[in-house]
C-alpha cells in the first residue's frame, strides 16, 4: 500500500480547515467570523465603502407629505455618494421589529433586510433590551456636532431610555392642536378644558384609534394633565398600580367619547386622515405631532387660511425621532453615511420648507453660522396659522415606553369593539 507523506497531510488538513472556514464565512450564521463591520471612526473609510451600495430604509409611510422628502433624501444620497435608498413604507414600526427578531432567531446575524428604521419609543426599547441594534455609532458622525448634545441632553435619551449612541437624532416634535378660527373663538387651553369644549361643540373633535403614535400621543397628553403626580409615568408600568393610576384617564374618556365625531362610535386611523376631516369641514378641532402641519397645510391650500395652531397651557408632549441600525443590517455604512446627512445642514433646512414638513429641526441653531441661522430664519413662517415658539420649561417628556403599549392595550380593551 502505498503510503501518504505526513507533510502532505498536514498540508490537507489546512486546506480543508480554510476551505471550512471559507463557508462559514460565505453563510454569514456565526457571529465569530462575520464580516467586520464599518468603523465610524474611520469616517473616510465608510464613505469609501458606502459608495454604491443599496440601502433599505424601513419607515412610516403614512404621510405622503414624510414620503415625498424620503424620496428627496434618496436622490441627495444617490447624486452624493451612489447610494441606491428603496423607502420600504410601513403602516407600524413594530412590523420591522418582529422582522429583526425572527432573522436572529433564525441565525441571519450580517444579511438582515432592514439597514436603518426609523424609531424612538417602545421599538427602540425592544430592540436595544434584546441586543439588536449595531452600535454605538452616532456621536461618531461628522454632522452629529451640530446637534450641541451637551447643550441638548434630550437628545441622548429616548422615552427615558439611555440611547448611548445606538440611534441617531434625526427631527424634533411635540404636539400641537389646530382648529378652524371661522368657528372657534378661542380654543380650550388643556384637556380639562377640552371636556368643557366639546359639550359646547358636539361633533367637533376627534383623535385617531389607537395604536396610531398620534392617538397614543394624546392619551398620554391627557394622563400627563389629569393625574396628580406623574412620577410613577416615568418608572416601568407596574401591573398593580396601572389601574388606579390610570383612572382618571379612563372617566375623562368616557366623559368626552360620546362628545366627539360620530359620537365616539369610529376614530379616524391617523393624523393625515384628522386632517382631511378639516379639510372636510367635518372638524373644528384636531391634533397634530408636527407644530407646522397647520401652517403647511394651509400654504398648500388644503385647510382654509382661518386654521390657527394652539400650543396647551401647561406644556406640551415632545420627544425626539431617531434613525437605527440593526446588528445584521446588510449594509451598515450606507445607512450611516444617510444619517449622517439626514442632520445636515440642507436636509434639516428642507424639513422645515413647506412642501416637505417632517417635524421641527433636531441641530442646535446657535451653533451654525449667521449665514446659515438665516436660513431656518427664514424658513419659519409669518402666517397667522403657524405655531407659537415653544420654550423648554414647556416641554413634557415622555414617558417611560412601557406606558405607550399598556395605555394603547387598556384603551382597545375598553373602547375598541364600539
Known amino acids: 500500500m502505498k503510503k501518504t507523506?505526513?507533510?502532505?497531510?498536514?498540508?490537507?488538513?489546512?486546506f480543508s480547515w480554510l476551505g471550512a472556514l471559507s463557508l462559514v464565512l460565505a453563510s454569514g450564521t456565526g457571529t465569530t467570523f462575520a464580516a467586520q463591520a464599518p468603523d465610524p471612526s474611520d469616517w473616510d473609510a465608510v464613505v469609501a465603502e458606502a459608495r454604491d451600495q443599496p440601502l433599505f430604509f424601513y419607515a412610516w409611510g403614512g404621510d405622503q407629505l414624510t414620503n415625498d422628502y424620503l424620496a428627496w433624501v434618496g436622490q441627495r444620497v444617490a447624486a452624493d455618494y451612489g447610494i441606491r435608498m428603496t423607502h420600504v413604507r410601513l403602516s407600524d414600526t413594530a412590523d420591522a421589529v418582529s422582522r429583526i427578531l425572527a432573522e436572529k432567531q433564525a441565525g441571519n446575524t450580517d444579511r438582515g433586510a432592514v439597514d436603518m428604521l426609523w424609531i424612538n419609543g417602545d421599538n427602540f426599547a425592544s430592540l436595544k433590551t434584546n441586543d439588536?441594534?449595531?452600535?454605538?455609532?452616532?456621536?461618531?458622525?461628522?454632522?452629529?456636532?451640530?446637534?450641541?448634545?451637551?447643550?441638548?441632553?434630550?437628545?441622548?435619551?429616548?422615552?427615558?431610555?439611555?440611547?448611548?449612541?445606538?440611534?441617531?437624532?434625526?427631527?424634533?416634535?411635540?404636539?400641537?392642536?389646530?382648529?378652524?378660527?371661522?368657528?372657534?373663538?378661542?380654543?380650550?387651553?388643556?384637556?380639562?378644558?377640552?371636556?368643557?369644549?366639546?359639550?359646547?361643540?358636539?361633533?367637533?373633535?376627534?383623535?385617531?384609534?389607537?395604536?396610531?403614535?398620534?392617538s397614543a400621543t394624546f392619551l398620554k397628553q391627557a394622563l400627563l394633565e389629569l393625574v396628580a403626580d406623574?412620577?410613577?409615568?416615568?418608572?416601568?408600568?407596574?401591573?398593580?398600580?396601572?389601574?388606579?393610576?390610570?383612572?382618571?384617564?379612563?372617566?375623562?374618556?368616557?366623559?368626552?367619547?360620546?362628545?366627539?365625531?360620530?359620537?365616539?362610535?369610529?376614530?379616524?386611523?391617523?393624523?393625515?386622515?384628522?386632517?382631511?376631516?378639516?379639510?372636510?369641514g367635518e372638524i373644528a378641532l384636531a391634533l397634530s405631532f408636527n407644530p407646522?402641519?397647520?401652517?403647511?397645510?394651509?400654504?398648500?391650500?388644503?385647510?382654509?387660511?382661518?386654521?390657527?395652531?394652539h400650543l396647551p397651557d401647561g406644556g406640551a408632549l415632545a420627544n425626539v425621532s431617531f434613525v437605527a441600525i440593526p446588528y445584521n443590517a446588510s449594509h451598515k455604512a450606507a445607512a450611516m453615511v444617510t444619517a449622517n446627512f439626514l442632520l445636515s445642514v440642507e436636509a434639516q433646512l428642507r424639513a422645515q420648507n413647506p412642501q416637505y414638513p417632517v417635524g421641527m429641526p433636531v441641530i442646535d441653531l446657535s451653533v451654525l453660522t449667521a449665514q446659515q441661522q438665516a436660513q431656518f430664519a427664514d424658513s419659519r413662517q409669518s402666517h397667522p396659522s403657524?405655531?407659537?415658539?415653544?420654550?423648554?420649561?414647556?416641554?413634557?417628556?415622555?414617558?417611560?415606553?412601557?406606558?405607550?403599549e399598556a395605555l394603547e392595550q387598556a384603551w382597545i380593551a375598553r373602547y375598541g369593539s364600539r
Open 386 to 404: 403657524a405655531p407659537p415658539l415653544m420654550s423648554g420649561g414647556q416641554q413634557l417628556q415622555e414617558p417611560h415606553p412601557s406606558w405607550m
Open 292 to 309: 407646522t402641519e397647520a401652517v403647511n397645510s394651509v400654504l398648500r391650500n388644503e385647510l382654509p387660511d382661518s386654521v390657527r395652531t
Open 132 to 214: 439588536l441594534l449595531f452600535g454605538p455609532w452616532a456621536e461618531q458622525l461628522p454632522n452629529f456636532v451640530w446637534v450641541n448634545a451637551d447643550a441638548n441632553p434630550d437628545v441622548r435619551f429616548d422615552f427615558t431610555l439611555p440611547v448611548e449612541g445606538y440611534e441617531s437624532p434625526w427631527l424634533r416634535a411635540h404636539l400641537v392642536f389646530y382648529y378652524d378660527s371661522a368657528y372657534v373663538s378661542a380654543p380650550p387651553a388643556n384637556v380639562a378644558a377640552l371636556l368643557n369644549w366639546a359639550q359646547e361643540h358636539p361633533g367637533e373633535f376627534t383623535y385617531p384609534r389607537p395604536p396610531d403614535f398620534l
Open 230 to 280: 406623574s412620577a410613577p409615568l416615568y418608572l416601568p408600568v407596574q401591573e398593580t398600580s396601572f389601574e388606579a393610576i390610570t383612572a382618571p384617564l379612563w372617566q375623562y374618556l368616557d366623559a368626552l367619547h360620546p362628545l366627539l365625531l360620530r359620537q365616539g362610535r369610529s376614530f379616524p386611523a391617523n393624523g393625515p386622515e384628522l386632517r382631511r376631516l378639516m379639510a372636510d
Open 5 to 14: 507523506c505526513p507533510t502532505l497531510i498536514a498540508i490537507s488538513s489546512i
